[in-house]
């Protein structure tokens, strides 16, 4: 997750950066070629990001699940 984390925000930096450099660029389409690949970073880091974060709510699910089920049993 702290991985995911950390690529999610090297991705967003990335690809701020990077649209400031696009809109102060003379080179447009070398500039809009960058900030396609940054944007694409930014959806891969953001994916990584939601698939730790249904991971961790789905292992919370199973333990409460168990708990509530010992709970119950004694």
Request: hydrophobic share 45%.
């Amino acid at each position: 997750m702290l991985a995911a984390l950390i690529q999610f925000l090297y991705a967003n930096n990335h690809f701020i950066r990077t649209e400031l450099v696009s809109i102060q660029s003379i080179g447009h389409i070398l500039a809009f070629h960058t900030l396609s690949y940054a944007l694409k970073d930014m959806v891969e880091a953001t994916t990584d990001l939601a698939k730790n974060a249904r991971r961790i709510k789905h292992i919370d699910t199973r333990t409460l699940t168990r708990i509530d089920g010992e709970d119950k049993s004694t």
